[in-house]
Nanobody, 119 residues
Framework: QVQLVESGGGSVQAGGSLRLSCVVS????????VSWWRQAPGKERDFVSR???????NYADSVKGRFTISQANLKNTVYLQMNDLKPEDSAMYYC?????????????WGQGTQVTVAS
């Protein structure tokens, strides 16, 4: 069974930093992408960043230059380094794995980790 476990959330002042982690375990049939999404209360879940198996990354415009996604050497852990945090970054952050170039019907979400940025 595939499991994703996020950690690293917390409360910080504006301008501060946090590093989120997503650890993937269990059998996966493909070399998956890992993405981070966030959802604030009363809002839709929004894309934040993605990393592909070959290391290619992309980011939402709102976080470019402040957030960095990366993989650990063992590839089963992905990090989201978040710098210069703003109050509008406050949300529940979710990790996801999928194989979008193979199928649209397979993917898993983590349980989320809360990020709160005070002004």
């Amino acid at each position: 069974q595939v499991q994703l476990v996020e950690s690293g959330g917390g409360s910080v002042q504006a301008g501060g930093s946090l590093r989120l982690s997503c650890v993937v375990s269990g059998y996966t049939f493909c070399r998956y992408d890992v993405s981070w999404w966030r959802q604030a209360p009363g809002k839709e879940r929004d894309f934040v960043s993605r990393i592909e198996p070959d290391g290619k990354t992309n980011y939402a415009d709102s976080v470019k230059g402040r957030f960095t996604i990366s993989q650990a050497n063992l590839k089963n852990t992905v990090y989201l380094q978040m710098n210069d945090l703003k109050p509008e970054d406050s949300a529940m952050y979710y990790c996801r794995i999928d194989c979008p170039r193979l199928t649209s019907s397979w993917g898993y979400w983590g349980q989320g980790t809360q990020v709160t940025v005070a002004s």
